[in-house]
């Protein structure tokens, strides 16, 4: 199922049947405010291993939990304060922080990397951001890429990979933009893992 959704004002209708699907154990792929997302409920095991195959996600490199706000985060991660402040100052934004696991107990091994962290966004998204309220909890998420890892931008060309093996695809035409950049948040000063989208001159 393709749905064309506008990026700054989604429609209810279609928030809303996007969060059915993701509650009955569906994937969704969704623009963020980065990339194209590949995403499940965080609270379904057999959806995270669906999406587990589709990605065949390196250990090294896991899965991003995709908040609506700094309360969901505290469920999946422990936040100093140091963490706390860089956050607040960030979110929502196109960032992805490396933080200490927390409360990962009855989700499956692969979504903790062997440094027992996780990744965490709260994209500036109006689509997402709406997904995510209306679920009620986080979306296990990860980005669309082809076989080489090449991030996938336009919607035809992700529907021709994915519509398979997808519920939903929801099109927001193509986006041109860089992946997250990643900071990681689990020492005491933040350090930058991965430079892409979003400004991190404060941290140079």
């Known amino acids: 199922m393709i749905i064309q959704v506008h990026n700054k004002t989604p429609d209810t209708r279609t928030i809303r049947r996007?969060?059915?699907?993701?509650?009955?154990?569906?994937l969704i792929i969704y623009p963020t405010d980065t990339v194209y997302g590949l995403g499940c409920s965080a609270a379904d095991?057999?959806?995270?291993?669906?999406?587990?195959?589709?990605?065949r996600q390196?250990?090294?490199?896991?899965?991003?939990?995709?908040?609506?706000?700094?309360k969901h985060i505290s469920e999946y991660a422990h936040v100093s304060n140091a963490a706390f402040k860089t956050m607040k100052h960030l979110i929502p934004g196109p960032?992805?922080?490396?933080?200490?696991a927390a409360g990962?107990?009855?989700?499956?091994?692969?979504l903790v990397s062997k440094r027992k962290t996780v990744g965490i966004r709260v994209p500036n998204s109006k689509v997402t951001l709406a997904i995510v309220s209306?679920?009620?909890?986080?979306?296990?998420?990860?980005?669309?890429?082809?076989?080489?890892?090449?991030?996938?931008?336009?919607?035809?060309?992700i529907a021709r990979k994915f519509k398979a093996s997808v519920d939903m695809i929801l099109d927001g035409g193509v986006l041109v933009s860089e992946p997250s950049t990643v900071l990681d948040l689990t020492?005491?000063?933040?350090?930058?893992?991965?430079?892409?989208?979003?400004?991190v001159s404060f941290l140079e």
Request: charge should be negative; proline fraction near 6%.
């Open 95 to 100: 960032y992805t922080f490396i933080l200490p």
């Open 134 to 157: 209306e679920l009620g909890h986080p979306i296990l998420s990860t980005s669309v890429t082809d076989e080489d890892g090449s991030i996938l931008n336009d919607p035809q060309v």
């Open 58 to 70: 390196r250990q090294n490199r896991p899965f991003s939990f995709v908040c609506s706000d700094l």
């Open 45 to 55: 095991k057999n959806a995270i291993e669906r999406i587990h195959l589709i990605k």
């Open 104 to 110: 990962m107990r009855g989700l499956p091994r692969l």
């Open 18 to 26: 996007a969060a059915e699907t993701l509650a009955a154990g569906g």
């Open 187 to 199: 020492g005491e000063e933040a350090r930058i893992v991965r430079k892409g989208a979003g400004d």
